[in-house]
């Protein structure tokens, strides 16, 4: 059994402009120890999917569908119970640590508040446990960093904060909205390994948000595509990158400058157009307009999940490896 | 409305029909907005709406409570109490539009050079407005007014006057904003001058700061001409005005006690229409701020 | 042999920090004694990771700022301390393109406008002549000339790109400081603006100074590159040599940092981790600003503590370092195997 699953998840906002389908009918799961990586560009619903699991979402998001953790129910739970999970067996690290961390208290206290309120643990054992933790993440001289205030640390050291925070409960499951985003690229990589290593030494399962392919590389077992609110391939990890099916992951793939190296100032894939802000979900594949295979039945029919490789799931009618042509416009 | 007619709308159109849908989707703001309005219109048109000449004593009927020739009943002169009221509007939107416009007028640009070049400006400019800004509002106006002395005219200016230093400092607080924002780098390195930075790209986009301004100060400066002329530092008698009627009203409090109740009301609701309209206008033009 | 288009020599861009207690004469230093040179049509890459001032040096390159010390010559003249109206003349020869989309463009000016504003300004063109050549831009740039009417909040991040690329490209200047320009985009995006710069830079010719923290962009890119750290640069050497052969400890741990999307490769890498903070510029290190954190620091005591190293052609083949450890004939240590991408793809591939 899974340990955190999605079941047709969808959201839906009401906006000033009228509403948004922010995911539409959505599953994943996440195994003990995995690292599931779910990528997107901007708007694809990505971290609301991740989001609507412990119901951090606005009061103007609807969300139906189902969510289980260890086989609970977390949509349909009561507060109190949710609460008990949020922080302790589900925990976050977010994009941004400035504005993730309190900036009128030092880091020992944000860590102890943290233990004090879900282990109830004593002043003491929390401060103990802290040090604990700041060392596990790999923040040089502890005791020094325990009464810092969040801006006196650099970026990096303020994630590691965040993610010491996470782990202060030993949660089952980390959910990451693209935590090396707002870093520097030297920073981003000793954050990965600390992820990685948390996974090896602690079993933490991860979900990891993000919308950068290198990262997805470096540290994920499996891979979920999400475009416009839904989501259109998943495979493990190796697999993905070298036998994409999706005609979005390809084109993808092919927009990387790393792709284009090695044989000259190639032209890099373009993928023309926006991704769509839509009210409803389509009856069409969300993907058509801006897609070099689209027929007239991948604009009046959605495609299907289905199975094209071993452990390969792809929602496309026209499902393959084949680039895009040369020059292609929609 | 499907995307492909909503393309069809020209910009500024739909930015428009964004912002009124956001704005009726606050009824409070809605609300402010209404009784606004009305107060507008009743200060345009008190020669229309007014029933009666609001200077017109009919003694024979001095004190009447409120009937069907008379609305709101009479003043101890005899007048129509109702008629006074619509144009007691007059004063205090004429005061109240035209003090806050003009306080614009001369703190819009201090704030806008104090803001931009910084340099000894600056400096000068906020350490005199943080010292007039010592000063409470009220006490400032009445303290000018009696200076100038009492007329309509003065009192605009005396309101006016009060209100420049919270005004700079709200239209310097934005230029120093907008002077990092990346157009006004582009512009620089366009050439541009300063006045052409200033009046094509800093101006223009803080109109929608300077109208929540607005709707805060114009109740502000209702209030303070209802103060000056209750202390007879305003509009001078026979001219109607809220402040003079409550003023006049004092003696009467126990025999006539709606002498007090309606221009009071009438202050009330003009600031407190204006202050809901604001809010919500504020919401409406914050992107940020969700339904 | 034409001249340079830009040739910045010893630039320094020091800010004071003013009125703190105890601490007052603190100073950020910025730009530290930068020097390079941009050639016509040549496209240099400025590479660097926060607080390595690459952007303050093309904010002062495009006088934006006014340099504390050095000099910065735009086709040959001195333009480190003119004034703005002795400025406004020479505007049209360099131009500057932003990261942010959204902050790029005046929300209250059309489209249409502000990419005609430096025509406008630089009274090259006004009226119809004006029109015409602002749908010619929009053209140029892959937008729909219909657009000259909308607003920016109308369009994506990735069509204000292109805005903004119509407007710095207006006047035809000869140099172009693109700064992060395709950062804020998402990756299908940056692809088609990247493919329109170097459709455009062809077309046009201009000398484009591209600073950005993005290696896999610099390699695709960039004919030179120039790496900074701490408001020095480093190394400086052609694409080929600094992704095959990186010098510096910084670069070579940069590369490394960069990430494959291949998982098979980028998990063989050896990672080179840096470790300890980012020193304060307002407190560099005395000597070597990157010794606190440089792998190899052990071995480049005491000069590395006392001297700032400088920046020298150890080979004679146009690639700068500025380590202790490089001498002529002996390379920087390499710290791991297998360090650059490209590298990787050419041999396993």
């Known amino acids: 059994m899974a340990l955190l699953e999605l079941n047709d998840v969808s959201v839906r906002f009401q906006t000033d402009d009228g509403p948004v389908q922010a995911v539409d009918r959505v599953s994943w799961s996440l195994d003990s120890g995995e690292v599931l990586a779910v990528v997107g560009e901007s708007g694809c619903g990505k971290s609301v999917s991740a989001m609507s699991v412990v119901r951090l979402l606005p009061p103007s998001a609807k969300v139906s569908g189902e969510a289980r953790f260890d086989g609970r129910d977390l949509l349909g739970a009561r507060d109190s119970e949710l609460r008990a999970v949020r922080g302790r067996e589900i925990s976050f690290i977010f994009q941004e640590p400035m504005t993730s961390l309190n900036p009128a208290l030092t880091v020992g206290r944000q860590i102890g508040e943290v233990l004090r309120r879900h282990l109830g643990m004593s002043g003491a054992q929390a401060r103990d446990r802290t040090l604990e933790l700041l060392d596990l993440v790999g923040i040089p001289a502890p005791q020094r960093r325990v009464g810092e205030y969040p801006h006196q640390l650099s970026g990096g050291m303020r994630q590691r904060v965040m993610i010491a925070m996470a782990l202060a409960c030993d949660p089952k499951v980390l959910i990451a909205d693209e935590p090396t985003t707002a870093l520097d690229v030297t920073i981003q990589a000793g954050i990965l390994d600390l992820l990685r290593d948390v996974r090896e030494r602690l079993g933490t399962a991860i979900v990891l948000i993000t919308h950068d392919l290198g990262v997805v590389a470096d540290i994920a077992d499996r891979v979920v595509v999400m475009y416009a609110g839904r989501k259109v391939e998943e495979a493990p990890v190796h697999e993905l990158f070298a036998h994409p099916q999706h005609p979005y992951t390809v084109g993808l793939l092919a927009a990387l400058p790393q792709a284009s190296n090695g044989s000259g100032r190639r032209r890099l894939q373009e993928i023309p157009g926006i991704v769509p802000s839509l009210p409803e979900p389509p009856r069409a594949c969300t993907f058509a307009p801006r897609c070099p295979r689209a027929d007239d039945r991948s604009r009046s029919e959605e495609p299907p999940l289905g199975e094209v490789r071993p452990d390969h799931l792809v929602a496309c009618f026209h499902p393959g490896e084949e680039p895009w042509p040369e020059g292609w416009r929609s | ?291 | 042999m034409s001249d340079p288009t830009l040739e910045v020599t010893d630039l320094r861009m020091h800010f004071p920090l003013s009125g703190r207690l105890g601490r007052a004469g603190a100073v950020v230093h910025a730009v530290d004694g930068v020097s390079f040179t941009v050639a016509p049509g040549e496209v240099l890459g400025l590479v660097g990771e926060s607080g390595s001032g690459k952007s303050t040096v093309g904010n002062c390159i495009m006088r934006l700022l006014e340099p504390t010390a050095g000099t910065i010559r735009l086709k040959g003249k001195d333009i480190t301390h003119l004034s703005r109206s002795q400025l406004r003349p020479l505007r049209r020869e360099m131009h500057m393109v932003f990261q942010d989309p959204y902050s790029s463009l005046n929300p209250r000016m059309t489209n249409g406008a502000a990419v005609g504003e430096p025509l406008r300004l630089h009274g090259i063109a006004q009226g119809k002549d004006l029109e015409r050549r602002v749908a010619e831009l929009f053209d140029q740039v892959g937008l729909n000339p219909d657009l000259r009417h909308r607003y920016p909040h109308e369009l994506s991040g990735g069509q204000r790109q292109r805005i903004g690329l119509a407007r710095s490209l207006s006047v035809r200047p000869s140099l172009l400081i693109a700064d992060e320009p395709v950062s804020a985009l998402d990756v299908s995006v940056q692809a088609a603006i990247l493919n329109l710069l170097t459709d455009l830079q062809h077309d046009l010719g201009f000398a484009c100074l591209f600073i950005t923290h993005d290696l896999s962009i610099v390699e695709y890119f960039c004919d030179r590159v120039i790496v900074m750290y701490l408001g020095r640069i480093v190394e400086t050497g052609t694409r080929e040599q600094i992704f095959a052969s990186p010098q510096h400890p910084y670069t070579q741990a940069l590369l490394s940092a960069a990430m494959t999307p291949d998982p098979d490769v980028q998990r063989g890498r050896q990672r080179i981790t840096l470790e300890g903070d980012l020193p304060s510029p307002i407190d560099l290190p005395a000597g070597c600003a990157f010794r606190t954190r440089c792998p190899l620091a052990h071995e480049s005591l005491p000069k590395s503590e006392e001297e700032v190293p400088e920046l020298r052609d150890v080979d004679g083949d146009g690639h700068l370092v500025a380590c202790h450890l490089a001498r002529h004939g002996r390379r920087v240590p390499r710290l791991g195997e297998r360090v650059a991408p490209s590298t990787d793809r050419v041999a396993g591939r």
């Open chain 2, 1 to 291: 409305m499907s995307v492909q007619e909503a393309a069809v709308l020209s910009p500024r159109a739909r930015m428009r029909r964004r912002m009124r849908r956001r704005l009726l989707r606050r009824p409070l703001a809605v609300a402010g907005l209404v009784v606004a309005l009305m107060f507008v219109l009743m200060a345009i048109f008190a020669p229309v709406i007014a029933p009666y000449d609001p200077g017109h004593s009919d003694f024979s009927a001095a004190l009447a409570p409120p009937s069907s020739e008379h609305l709101f009943g009479t003043d101890e002169l005899g007048r129509d109490v109702f008629s006074r009221t619509v144009w007691g509007a007059r004063a205090s939107m004429q005061v109240g539009v035209f003090s806050t416009l003009l306080a614009m007028a001369v703190a819009v640009p201090i704030g806008l050079v104090a803001g931009y070049y910084r340099g000894w400006v600056d400096p000068v400019v906020s350490r005199i407005t943080d010292v007039m800004l010592a000063f409470p509002f009220l006490i400032v106006a009445v303290g000018l007014a009696a200076i100038l002395g009492p007329s309509l005219t003065n009192a605009t200016i005396a309101l006016a006057f009060a209100a420049v230093p919270a005004l700079i400092r709200v239209t310097r607080g934005e230029t120093l904003a907008l002077r990092e924002e990346d157009y006004v780098r582009a512009a620089i390195a366009n050439g541009a001058s300063d006045t052409t930075i200033l009046g094509r790209h800093v101006l223009p986009n803080m109109t929608g700061t300077l109208i929540v301004q607005m709707t805060v100060w114009i109740p502000t400066a209702i209030i303070g001409e209802s103060l000056l002329s209750f202390l007879g530092l305003g509009v001078q008698p026979p001219t109607p005005s809220w402040g003079v009627m409550l003023s006049a009203a004092q003696p009467f409090i126990d025999q006539a006690p709606r002498l007090v109740i309606f221009p009071g009301l009438a202050i009330f609701l003009a600031t407190l229409s204006f202050n809901l309209l604001g809010d919500g206008m504020r919401d409406v033009l914050d992107p940020r701020t969700q339904n």
